[in-house]
């Protein structure tokens, strides 16, 4: 056989993996460790929280929290073959007990369990997205969005290169606070 065809092949299968989720508002683009490491110390990730990713990809975000952070995961992703790839990474690296991947459509999924938010969406994404998903979030959810932020919202911290943004909710913590 041919393998031009097998190269044919992979290419679209890369081009339909990197191409077609920036049109559901998550574009792909594998971080390097130290930038994951960098996000995770950024958002505060402490042990047994529990980190949900929206598009989630490979899961590698989630991986690294479980493994280096003692955290636990809830990714979600609507590409199969990625939901696949994060499921096998997550077995190798025997977080899989800490990590679960759930293919589906983040704006459809129900973050209630969520300490930590992680966001790599574009911004016609997180418009989408924001406000209606504050009302399903833990008051003390807090939400990284790495390279985009947030419209409408102001970030309690922001990195010096300006590529990470942590919002801190606050619902319920004025209560009984009188001038």
């Known amino acids: 056989m041919d393998w031009s065809v097998f190269l044919l092949v992979g290419l679209l299968l890369l081009a339909g993996m990197v191409v077609l989720p920036i049109f ?10 130290k930038t994951i490491h960098r996000i995770l110390n950024f958002a505060d990730i402490r042990p047994g929280e529990t980190l949900c990713d929206l598009g989630c ?6 991986i690294t929290a479980a493994k280096d952070y003692s955290a636990k995961g809830v990714g979600v992703e609507i590409d199969p073959i990625k939901v696949g790839l994060a499921r096998l990474l997550a077995k190798w690296k025997k977080v899989d007990t800490q990590v679960r991947i759930i293919r589906g459509n983040f704006f459809d999924f129900d ?17 989408k997205l924001f406000p209606e998903i504050l009302e399903k979030l833990k008051p003390t959810v ?27 909710l606050t619902k319920g913590n004025e209560i009984n606070q009188y001038s």
């Open 24 to 33: 559901c508002g998550a574009p792909w683009h594998p971080l390097m460790p």
């Open 57 to 62: 990809g490979e899961g590698r975000v989630l």
């Open 111 to 127: 973050p209630v369990e969520a300490d930590v938010v992680y966001l790599y969406l574009t911004h016609q994404a997180m418009d």
């Open 142 to 168: 807090r939400i990284v969005s790495y390279r985009f932020c947030i419209r409408g919202m102001t970030p309690e911290k922001v990195s010096a290169d300006k590529t990470l943004f942590l919002y801190q």
